[in-house]
């Protein structure tokens, strides 16, 4: 007997068997879980959203004030030469 063969068998004694009592507000208790569950992925998708704008607006602040893309000036000035 194959592998195969041996699982199938498996699956077929697990479905002949009597099934277990499930209890009559299942649905119900999967459907209230469900929306929780939705509503914290929504509410965490929010708060994510809203750190990813402010951490964008305090680059915007910080590089208008610093200007991080200017040469910063000389410390001393190049001897005058020529004159």
Known sequence: ?????????EVRRMLETPHPPVPG??????AERGNRLLH??????RA???LLVVAVLVFAVWAATERPW????A??????EGL
Not at 1 to 9: A, G, I, L, S
């Open 1 to 9: 007997m194959t592998r195969h063969e041996q699982r199938e068998n």
């Open 25 to 30: 507000d299942l649905a119900a208790r999967a």
């Open 40 to 45: 914290r992925d929504r509410v965490t998708r």
């Open 48 to 50: 994510l959203w809203a």
């Open 70 to 73: 200017e040469v910063p000036p």
């Open 75 to 80: 410390g001393t000035t190049p001897p005058l």
